[in-house]
């Protein structure tokens, strides 16, 4: 398994770790659109396996989100 997508992770945790401890709106800005950008370049890096398992997780997720905020179909988030 090739792990060269946790050289991209590791940039994108490092910079959303830097966005959170700063103080200036500029470096927040610059920090979120690196963690973005690594983050999705993470994902298209990595095995098929880690895919599946973030695309379980994050339906998963949304179940439970949805379930301790009564979601229904047609009712938009807010």
Do not use: D, K
């Amino acid at each position: 398994m090739a792990i060269s997508f946790l050289i991209p992770l590791t940039i994108a945790l490092a910079a959303a770790y830097t966005r959170y401890q700063t103080q200036e709106e500029m470096v927040a800005v610059f920090a979120t659109i690196i963690a973005l950008i690594n983050l999705v370049l993470s994902f298209v890096l990595a095995p098929w396996m880690v895919q599946g398992l973030i695309l379980v997780g994050s339906f998963l997720g949304l179940r439970y989100f949805c379930y301790r905020h009564s979601c229904q179909n047609g009712t938009r988030l807010r």
